[in-house]
């Protein structure tokens, strides 16, 4: 008379506990199935149901999700690496040194970091020029198209400010190349640069000023667009799955 | 199927609400309207299953990579030894190299402010939401002016020397001069292809042909000095 670990997981999702945490209960109806995601603050932001055509992998490569993988990834990754460094000279050098010869697993750690960001990076654009390509841009989606912008430029800012952290001779000199660049603005030039490094060099201050960045304010802006960009697909009509199917293509298909 | 008819009819099957109703939809020119029921996928569980299935085989991937592959680490950064060349990150070096031909204001602030301007401002252009072929309508007048910003574009970038960023641009133009000989009832299906497309279409592929060119030749093709090296000699 065993019971089977479904009935068990049903009776734990019957259980008053668990009811006053998570309010759909135990079931399979598209109802339950509804309910679990329109009452949870987090999987509200999707809609309940989508489109089947559009899950086929060849109509968006899922390239949206992938990225929002590797920022998971890259989130989880970089935790575990503020444990183990401090945003000083020469102490963040050594931290990768470290890293390196003394922390179980370190060298992977930082490598599984990097690799993410370089494929997050490359799936952003990937992802913007699938939605381009596919028209999913156009009107009523304007906004979330913005919105998708400014999380490029996130990214991009996201990966600029952790190329420094190392404190090796590439992170330094990538660094002053870029922040070199800032300076060309016409009149304000030298004030930008003077801002974003704490001083007229790539320097102590700038490394903490990019760590402070890097780990605390990009990452919150992004999670906070990421937000309303999940959500706006869902408020603009989900996702868009191109021209809508005729009666006439429907009868077609009979 | 009869062609010359732009328009569906559907009928409202609740009798007691409707008793007769036509309703006259004409053929792609709301992405909104909604024209029949459509399959569909509950969220949970089958959305968020595949995407979790998508999400873990790409950790999969990442980890086979760092398992395989170690990041760099130099040096400690020494602000007295100047590497040559010192690179930004890979995805500024398609700019870095504009840097090359252009001054750092044009190259360095105005370009990449202009891109972004592009970019957020696309969806806001109302015109053409059928996305029409460029060459549907005045196809020779459009082909002159588009062979005129062609030949504009491509003296600019000879006059500063930028041979790098004017293969794409010849590409680009050959494949518009071969879509605007095309048409609709082409025998080849890449002419057929390349006939339908839109002139947003032509500018974005443009675009993606100049960043791919110019990053992997800003990653790959410059050494000293920023000088031509090749990737495979050295």
Not at chain 1, 20 to 43: K, Y
Not at chain 1, 107 to 121: G, Q, T
Not at chain 2, 25 to 54: C, I, N
Not at chain 2, 101 to 123: E, S
């Amino acid at each position: 008379m065993a019971k089977s670990l479904t009935t068990y997981l049903d009776e734990l999702r019957d259980s008053r506990v668990w009811r006053s945490i998570f309010r759909s209960g135990p079931g399979q109806s598209n109802l339950h199935h509804a309910l679990v995601v329109q009452s949870n603050v987090f999987l509200h932001l999707f809609s309940v149901k989508a489109r089947k055509r559009v899950l086929d992998f060849s109509v968006t490569w899922y390239l949206g999700a992938l990225t929002f993988g590797a920022f998971l990834i890259l989130v989880i990754t970089g935790v575990l690496l503020m444990l183990y460094y401090h945003p000083a000279v020469p102490l963040a050098y050594t931290d990768m040194k470290d890293l390196q010869f003394v922390v179980s697993s370190g060298v992977f750690l930082r490598n599984l970091h990097r690799w993410s960001a370089h494929a997050m990076v490359l799936l952003v654009f990937a992802h913007m020029f699938k939605v381009f390509y596919r028209g999913a841009y156009r009107p009523p989606r304007e906004f979330n198209w913005v919105i998708g912008v400014v999380l490029l430029l996130i990214t991009l800012f996201l990966s600029y400010t952790g190329y420094l952290l190392p404190w090796d001779q590439l992170a330094y000199w990538a660094v002053t190349v870029g922040s070199n660049i800032a300076s060309a603005v016409p009149v304000f030039g030298h004030r930008i640069r003077f801002l974003m490094l704490g001083g007229n060099l790539v320097n102590a201050n700038a490394l903490l000023r990019f760590y402070v960045l890097h780990c605390m304010i990009l990452p919150l802006t992004a999670i906070f667009f990421i937000a309303i960009h999940f959500w706006r697909i869902r408020k603009d009509g989900g996702l868009y799955a191109g021209a809508p199917t005729t009666i006439a293509e429907k009868e077609e298909e009979r | 199927m009869s062609d010359e008819k732009d328009f569906v009819a559907g009928f409202d099957s609740n009798v007691r609400k409707a008793p007769v109703r036509v309703a006259f939809v004409t053929r792609r020119t709301s992405p909104q309207v909604k024209v029949a029921d459509e399959d569909q996928l509950m969220t949970h569980p089958g959305v968020f299953f595949r995407v979790a299935v998508a999400v873990e085989l790409l950790a999969i991937a990442l980890v086979t990579l760092a398992l395989l592959w170690d990041a760099p680490l130099e040096g400690l950064a020494d602000p007295m030894h100047t590497p040559n060349p010192a690179k930004a990150p890979w995805y500024f070096l398609g700019l870095q190299e504009l840097l090359h031909y252009f001054p750092p204001v044009v190259a360095g602030v105005l370009i990449p402010t202009l891109v972004v301007i592009a970019l957020i401002v696309i969806p806001y252009f109302n015109i053409n939401i059928q996305a029409e072929s460029l060459w549907a309508r005045d196809g020779v007048r459009r082909l002159r002016i588009v062979a005129l910003v062609a030949v504009v574009l491509c003296v600019f970038l000879a006059v500063f020397d930028v041979w790098v960023a004017l293969v794409p641009t010849v590409i680009v133009a050959a494949f518009m001069f071969m879509a605007a000989r095309s048409s609709a009832q082409s025998v080849s299906r890449l002419r057929r292809w390349l006939y339908s497309k839109p002139l947003s279409f032509w500018i974005m592929t443009w675009f993606l042909a100049e960043a791919a060119v110019l990053t992997a030749i800003g990653t790959f093709f410059r050494g000293p000095g920023w000088s031509w090296v090749w990737p495979w000699r050295g």
